[in-house]
C-alpha cells in the first residue's frame, strides 16, 4: 500500500529557512516521481518541485533558486529544502508520488499526504 507523511513545517521569520520531509511507503524512489505543491488560503494549489525516478528535477519560477528537492532512498524520503523564506511562501505543503516522471500537474499524481504547514511571518 503506498502511502505518504509529511513534516516539518512551522513558523518561521522573512528570510528564514525550513526542511520538509516526505516519509514515503510502498514506493521505490528510483523508480517513482514524486512532486511538492503548496495551497494558500483562498488560492489554488500551486505545484513547486517536483523529483523524477532518474533524479531530474524541475521548480516554479515562484521558487527557483531558493528551493531544493532532494531524496534519501534508502530511507525512502522526499526532501524539500527552503531558503529565503517570504511570507507569500505561507501555505499547506503537501507531497505526492505515483508517476515516474518529474511534473508539476497535481492531477497526475494518485498518492498525496495530509499537508505541513508553513508560516512565513515576524
Known amino acids: 500500500q503506498f502511502r505518504i507523511v509529511e513534516s516539518g513545517g512551522g513558523l518561521v521569520q522573512p528570510g528564514g529557512s525550513l526542511t520538509l520531509s516526505c516519509v514515503t511507503s510502498?514506493?521505490?524512489?528510483?523508480?517513482?516521481?514524486f512532486g511538492w505543491f503548496r495551497q494558500a488560503p483562498g488560492k489554488e494549489r500551486e505545484g513547486i518541485s517536483s523529483?523524477?525516478?532518474?533524479?531530474?528535477?524541475m521548480y516554479s519560477a515562484s521558487v527557483e533558486g531558493r528551493f531544493t528537492v532532494s531524496r534519501d532512498n534508502a530511507k525512502k524520503t522526499i526532501f524539500l529544502q527552503m531558503n529565503n523564506l517570504q511570507p507569500e511562501d505561507t501555505a499547506r505543503y503537501y507531497c505526492?508520488?505515483?508517476?515516474?516522471?518529474?511534473?508539476?500537474?497535481?492531477?497526475?499524481?494518485?498518492?498525496w499526504g495530509q499537508g505541513t504547514p508553513v508560516t512565513v511571518s515576524s
Open positions: 510502498g514506493f521505490t524512489l528510483d523508480l517513482h516521481g
Open positions: 523529483i523524477s525516478g532518474s533524479g531530474y528535477t
Open positions: 505526492a508520488g505515483g508517476l515516474t516522471i518529474a511534473t508539476l500537474t497535481a492531477g497526475r499524481y494518485s498518492v
